[in-house]
């Protein structure tokens, strides 16, 4: 991660990535999570609830159980699969032409 | 490492458009954002709906500011030449006329062309100018070509198909560059495009440019017609701006001015001289709000247009138009499966000629719309629209005498048509995608079809007039597509096939058998006159490579068959002559290769024979078959830059013949430009 330096600037949004353990994450302030295959689970998913975060994985299945908010195929062609019912849950809108383009569930 | 890196940035610039994304017509859309994310170019064209340009239930094709750049070319038409299925001919440097999948001819009516979703061809003949488009190539992110009928989303003249040229979007897009060229024919034009921004709040992009130079030499034509062109002169100016208001919530207004004047092939066969000022403005708004995407928007587009040509001396030769229209839909999402838009339109245009019309004729349309996309499973959607236009004509002025038609006739005159697109959407395999497509479009009668009005003598022993009992031509279109994605070779395939019947043909009066009026003169009249079928295939593969190759194969086959009333007992009057007016086959080949600071292109197109058309000498109401023998036309383009902000660059066209017979017009000219782009 700190080959990213100061930060990745995209669109009109500079990110400032952190690695942070799973277990800590309660402790942690954030505004995105990206969360590692293996590493998403309950307690995981209420520390991004409970500060409103998105919550990002590449585990389509950890998003169909509820777990994270929206996952990201980017091996060969990109597909996105978001859950509503948890972006609610974080209080999290999305545009209604991204949600057009992406799986709903 | 760099696979999570590459995928940090990806999830964050889903942060970005979530944020930024906005609605679907005109630019609301971030188009560079989604690209980014999506890894291939979006589109709104094909529903109404913004999407994937791999999952729309279309045959689109999208050329980028990249394909554009390298094609050398200083025209539209010049870009499009590329596509496999688009028959461009060129009757001058700054004439050439666009059709899709045959049915080509000078005037063609039977295309549709936008800019970010402001029509920009003229009602009068339902044509395309296309060097008062006011667009300048470096300003166009993207340019999307549907081949096939779109009438459900756009309405009338969404026949043969749809162009959508997409500008950089000034809130988003920083575009800044300046370039000047120079080359044969006494070539000179130049092209500025600057962009301001205020954050992300507000954005407008201005752009400038023009040309001059002198067309190709008329030696193959008759003394008339080389005396009735002129060389071209084209400028153009634009202004488009761009503004955040809330979250969600965007409003923009967009204006244009271009003068031209460049000689034109007509549907005569002959040529004249145009002299054309145009002009827009336009206004939308969008919001992203509870109850979906909303957007309405309201513009007007004007023209005026001087012809110079012997054979209409005797008449006024101006013609003065105008349309405003007024859109508004609302786009949603039902559920995690069902998108659905509608949309209304308002139309109003209007056409005064004293030479041409006897007075002003217009009409007025109301339009309702309503697409449905039903997302079946994660792999398989269908989309469904239906759209319904309710036409009320007018007209004021006086009749040509002996045309039997009172204004009564004209102002009573209304009908309702309606048009449909369906398309299933089949993702067969990560790689392989097949699209079945079944559309009805529809073709207006263009505003001189309706309401020309020359009277006895005026021209010749005749009177020639429009109709407003002519009725709308249909398209009925089947089609089916199969793309496969060839990821080891960085490539992809596209094969369709279709189908097509036109039904109903329009034509002009000049190329109708005349017949005896009701006051006993012999008189013209704009006529349906008959039908015509298409079928079809096309081909192509298009990849590149890590090591900076590029390439393109495409091959396009079309033949037609006609059952009309014209050009019976061996005299030939018309150009709706499609089974031979269409060239068969087309075959598309590009390579391309960039290195260090070169980028070099070659580029080829081979065309098989076909029949043109151009005016008799001894009678003006007759045509000439001009036999155009199969060709083949060689492009190349070298750029170097020079540092970071300069670039130099030359292109070739047609560099493998002096000259070559490509239509009725004068031969086609080797042509050879040099040039310098500034970038900041």
Redesign the interface.
């Known amino acids: 991660m700190t080959a990213l330096g100061k930060g990745l600037p995209i669109g009109g949004a500079i990110l400032t990535p952190r690695l942070v353990d799973a277990a800590a994450l309660g402790s942690t302030d954030f505004g995105l999570a990206i969360i590692a295959a293996n590493a998403n689970g309950e307690a995981v998913a209420q520390s991004v609830d409970a500060r409103h975060a998105l919550c990002v994985t590449a585990d389509r299945t950890a998003v169909q159980r509820g777990l994270c908010t929206v996952a990201i195929n980017s091996a060969g062609r990109v597909d996105i699969f978001l859950n509503n019912r948890v972006a609610q849950r974080a209080g999290i809108t999305f545009a209604t032409a991204f949600r057009m383009m992406v799986h709903e569930q | 490492?760099k696979y999570?890196?590459?995928?940090?940035?990806?999830?964050?610039?889903?942060?970005?458009?979530?944020?930024?994304?906005?609605?679907?017509r005109a630019q609301?859309?971030?188009y560079g954002?989604?690209e980014?994310?999506?890894?291939e170019p979006?589109t709104t064209s094909a529903t109404g709906?913004?999407?994937?340009a791999s999952e729309a239930p279309v045959n689109m094709t999208i050329i980028t500011q990249d394909d554009i750049r390298r094609t050398g070319a200083t025209t539209i038409p010049d870009v499009l030449q590329y596509v496999a299925g688009v028959d461009v001919r060129r009757y001058g440097i700054a004439d050439e006329e666009v059709g899709i999948r045959g049915y080509n001819a000078a005037y063609n009516p039977r295309l549709l062309v936008l800019v970010n979703g402001r029509q920009v061809y003229s009602d009068d003949y339902g044509r395309v100018f296309w060097p008062t488009v006011p667009v300048q190539l470096a300003e166009i992110r993207q340019i999307e070509v549907i081949e096939g009928p779109n009438s459900a989303l756009y309405g009338f003249n969404a026949v043969s198909g749809v162009i959508n040229i997409i500008t950089f979007d000034p809130l988003?897009d920083r575009i800044n560059t300046a370039t000047l060229q120079g080359g044969t024919q006494h070539y000179w034009g130049g092209s500025a495009v600057a962009t301001g921004q205020i954050?992300?709040r507000a954005g407008l992009r201005i752009s400038v440019g023009g040309y001059q130079t002198q067309d190709y030499a008329p030696a193959n034509l008759s003394a008339v017609d080389a005396l009735n062109r002129r060389n071209p002169l084209v400028g153009a100016f634009n202004v488009d701006g761009r503004l955040q208001i809330a979250p969600?919530v965007q409003a923009y207004i967009d204006g244009s001015m271009s003068d031209s004047r460049f000689a034109e092939m007509t549907f005569e066969g002959s040529f004249e001289t145009n002299t054309t000022r145009a002009n827009s403005i336009r206004a939308g708004l969008s919001a992203?709000t509870g109850i979906?995407?909303l957007s309405f928007s309201a513009y007007r587009n004007g023209q005026e247009l001087s012809i110079d040509s012997s054979a209409v001396a005797g008449l006024p030769s101006w013609v003065n138009e105008s349309v405003y229209i007024v859109q508004a839909s609302d786009?949603?999402?039902l559920g995690?499966?069902h998108?659905v838009r509608i949309g209304l339109e308002y139309r109003n245009n209007a056409e005064t000629s004293p030479g041409f019309i006897g007075g002003t004729i217009g009409y007025q349309v109301y339009a309702g719309s309503l697409m449905w996309n039903w997302?079946i499973t994660?792999s398989v959607a269908l989309t469904n629209a239906v759209r319904v236009d309710e036409l009320q004509l007018r007209y004021s002025g006086n009749l040509a005498a002996g045309s039997g038609f009172t204004v009564g006739n004209y102002n009573s005159t209304n009908f309702a048509v309606p048009s449909f697109n369906s398309g299933l959407v089949v993702a067969v395999t990560?790689q392989d995608t097949v699209r079945l497509m079944i559309a009805r479009g529809v073709q207006l009668p263009s505003l001189f079809d309706f309401g020309v009005q020359i009277p006895f003598g005026a021209v010749g022993p005749v009177v020639i007039a429009g109709n407003p009992d002519v009725h709308p031509s249909t398209v009925d279109n089947i089609e089916l597509d199969y793309d496969r994605?060839l990821?080891a070779i960085d490539s992809g395939l596209r094969f369709a096939v279709f189908a097509q019947r036109n039904r109903d043909l329009i034509s002009q009066p000049f190329a109708v058998p005349p017949v005896l009026g009701p006051t006993g003169l012999p008189l013209l009249l704009t006529s349906n006159v008959g039908s015509s079928n298409a079928m079809g295939a096309q081909i192509g593969i298009k990849g590149h490579a890590d090591s900076g190759f590029r390439w393109n194969v495409s091959y396009a086959y079309v033949a037609t068959t006609d059952n009309t009333v014209l050009n019976r007992g061996g005299l030939i009057t018309s150009a709706i002559n499609y089974a031979n007016s269409t060239p068969r086959s087309v075959g598309i080949a590009g390579i391309g290769y960039t290195r260090d600071r070169w980028e070099l292109d070659l580029m080829g197109r081979w065309q098989s024979s076909y029949q043109d058309f151009r005016a008799s000498v001894s009678n003006p109401f007759l045509l000439e078959p001009v036999e155009v023998r199969n060709y083949v036309s060689l492009n190349a383009r070298a750029a170097y830059r020079l540092t970071d902000n300069f670039t130099v660059h030359v292109s070739a066209q047609q560099f493998n013949a002096s000259q070559l017979l490509q239509t009725a017009g004068p031969l086609v000219e080797r042509r050879v430009l040099f040039g310098i782009t500034a970038g900041f």
């Open positions: 490492m999570w890196l590459s995928y940090v940035a990806l999830c964050v610039t889903i942060i970005v458009v979530a944020a930024l994304s906005a609605g679907p609301q859309l971030d954002t989604l980014q994310v999506f890894h979006v709906q913004p999407q994937r988003h954050e992300d969600g992203d979906g995407l786009l949603l999402k995690a499966d998108v997302q994660p990560p994605a990821p």
